[in-house]
């Protein structure tokens, strides 16, 4: 399987750094495999009307060039083919590029597909913004025991996709949130751990990659955002001990981080 690591989003302030928006588009048997899909054409038009004014705080950055309808035209894949998005969360920062895919079936939790509806707090209504999911894509949800991949229970292959590309069910970041396993064959297994997880120090084996002031900032952040801040800990305990691993390797990265995002981009691009 063929996959592509875009950058479909950027954000940047002095406390954190410089961050992207890591998404996978796999080139599968059944289509185009978007994992989340950052910003789209309608948040570069108007990003207020459609993220809402706490996105400005987040030092979001609005490009047309970073969307993934964009990107995929210049790596010569038509959009149009893209028949399913596996989304880690409904976060605006992850649903934004859906709407520029209307071929496509959206997938996740019913746990977050629930909480995207309800938006029943002050953070839920701030992280999911209706105007992004209106109309309301074909959307397909998760929920059950599921299966066993990679040492996590619960975990659903995606629906018309195959069992190559799974939903993980990891919730804490939001109710539903999840990661999305895709078994690309020879180069092994990827995690996209969402955002349970900002900063690569925190699944790097202990001592490896210092925090610095970003990696602290994030952390704090993570905690401020979370619906369950003990299930962020055992998130990332359980990603750390997966990330290090001898066999079989899987590739651990987070939604956000831009090394981790550089690192592979630069491998298999
Ligand atoms: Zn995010």
Redesign the pocket.
Same mark, same amino acid.
């Given at each position: 399987m063929r996959v592509h690591h875009l950058n479909c989003g950027s954000f940047s302030s002095a406390l954190i750094g410089r961050l992207v928006?890591h998404v996978l588009a796999c080139e599968t048997d059944a289509g185009i495999v978007l994992v989340d899909s950052g910003f789209g054409l309608a948040d570069v038009a108007d990003p207020i009307g459609r993220v809402g004014k706490y996105a400005k705080l987040t030092g979001a950055r609005f490009r047309e060039s970073e969307t993934a309808v964009r990107q995929l035209g210049k790596l010569g894949l038509d959009p149009s083919d893209v028949t399913h998005i596996v989304a880690t =969360?409904l !976060?605006f !920062? =992850?649903i934004g590029g859906v709407a520029d895919f209307p071929n496509a079936t959206l997938h996740t939790t019913a746990a977050e597909e629930a909480a995207s509806e309800g938006r029943s707090s002050f953070r839920e209504k701030v992280r999911y913004r209706p105007a992004q999911l209106t109309p309301r894509p074909r959307t397909h949800t998760y929920s059950g025991p599921g299966e066993s991949v990679l040492g996590f229970s619960g975990a659903h292959p995606i629906d018309g996709v195959g069992d190559r590309i799974v939903l993980v069910p990891m919730p804490g =970041?939001t109710r539903g949130h999840a990661a999305v396993a895709v078994d690309t064959g020879d180069r092994g297994w990827l995690l996209h751990a969402? !955002?349970a997880f900002y900063h690569r120090s925190t699944v790097a084996a202990p001592g490896q990659v210092s925090p610095g002031t970003a990696g602290r900032a994030l952390r704090v952040m993570e905690e401020l955002i979370a619906v369950d801040r003990s299930k962020i800990r055992g998130n990332h305990r359980r990603l750390r001990e997966l990330n290090n691993q001898v066999a079989p390797r899987v590739r651990v990265f987070s939604?956000?981080d831009p090394t981790l995002f550089e690192e592979l981009a630069a491998e298999r691009g």
């Open positions: 928006c =969360h !976060d !920062d =992850h =970041h969402g !955002d939604a956000h």
